[in-house]
């Protein structure tokens, strides 16, 4: 009578250990990939940033080298000396270095310097540097500042999209008229993942630009960003 029990008892025990083993795998995952790879993306992300920096420093007049990225954009509204470096494509591979990416489909991103259309990024929320992990906090009225080798360019919200499908690729349309705008202006569109911890939808922030300024020898930051 006691074989059956003691076989019960080590089945018990056997699926107990593998269940406390489940439990450590993927808690050692949750740890990687929110906080093991921000580790990562960073430190990539400050290498490539020195990079940019030492070519602008170094480079004199002449034709903006694009091809380590295309300068920093600055949004204090998510953290006080929040900087996070744009590189072309909004691929995971990208992406995943710790950047901001600019769409080159389905939609292609206009650049800070051209006359009309929609400067168009995205980043990730969590992990990987989740660069826009805070866009929540952002509000309208609030400056969002792009910066490159010559300009700073200063863009000012006017509204936000808390949540829409990922399949809306309207939001980044070079006249974003979801976002109330009709006519051909300069605009800034930020996206990412929400809800927090998923990729179920898109989080959205309009702005428009409402200003440049040249950049001085010393870099001098615009009033916006303190």
Not at 39 to 44: E, S, Y
Request: positive net charge.
């Amino acid at each position: 009578m006691r074989r059956p029990l003691s076989w019960i008892a080590a089945a018990v025990s056997l699926i107990g250990e593998l269940l406390i083993t489940a439990g450590v795998i993927l808690g050692l995952f949750v740890v990687y990939s929110l906080w093991w790879t921000n580790v990562l993306a960073d430190r990539a992300a400050r290498h490539d940033s020195d990079v940019i920096r030492r070519q602008w420093a170094d480079s004199g007049p002449g034709k903006l080298d694009t091809k380590d990225g295309i300068g920093f954009l600055h949004v204090p509204a998510m953290g006080k000396g929040f900087e996070v470096l744009v590189k072309k494509g909004t691929s995971t591979k990208v992406l995943n270095e710790g950047v901001a990416g600019y769409y080159t489909e389905p939609v292609e991103s206009a650049m800070p310097w051209d006359k009309q259309g929609n400067f168009t990024l995205a980043a990730h929320r969590d992990g990987h540097g989740a660069k826009f992990h805070n866009i929540d906090k952002i509000e309208n009225g609030d400056p969002v500042v792009f910066e490159d080798r010559d300009t700073w360019y200063v863009y000012k919200v006017y509204k936000i999209l808390p949540e829409t499908s990922k399949y809306n690729v309207e939001v980044i349309d070079r006249i974003p008229k979801e976002s109330g705008k009709k006519k051909a202006g300069r605009y800034l569109t930020l996206t990412t993942c929400t809800p927090v911890y998923t990729s179920r939808d898109r989080y959205i922030v309009w702005a428009e630009l409402v200003r440049t300024q040249k950049v001085d020898a010393k870099r001098t930051p615009p009033a916006e960003l303190g």
